[in-house]
């Protein structure tokens, strides 16, 4: 059974920093790509950043470009989200993904097969 669980979440000012981990059990991620989307209250589940197996190739949102920095340890199975500058807008529920297309489409949550529960990160202003 392949379990995703998200942590480092909380409630910041806009300005600080906050730091994701998503580790994973029941399945050796370094054969995957990885993601980490998020979602506004009553707003669809949007891409944040995804990762290649090996972590050589990373993509971003426009909008947290300069700002969020991907990582992954596959010795951990843990994929990280480094989130500076934060600002309101960066509000939601944050999940992460395994890719089950190769990395094809790294941007479309349907390519992600398993995810985690989420964790709540709210920028206030």
């Known amino acids: 059974q392949v379990q995703l669980v998200e942590s480092g979440g909380g409630l910041v000012q806009a300005g600080e920093s906050l730091r994701l981990s998503c580790t994973v059990s029941g399945r050796t991620i370094s054969r995957y790509a990885m993601g980490w989307f998020r979602q506004a209250p009553g707003k669809e589940r949007v891409f944040v950043a995804a990762?290649?197996?090996?972590?050589?190739?990373?993509y971003y949102r426009d909008s947290v470009k300069s700002r969020f920095t991907i990582s992954r340890d596959n010795n951990r199975n843990t994929v990280y989200l480094q989130m500076n500058s934060l600002k309101p807008d960066d509000t939601g529920v944050y999940y992460c993904g395994v890719d089950n297309l190769g990395f094809l489409t790294p941007r479309d949550p349907g390519a992600y097969v398993y995810w985690g529960q989420g964790t709540q990160v709210t920028v206030s202003s």
């Open positions: 990762i290649s197996p090996t972590g050589s190739d990373t």
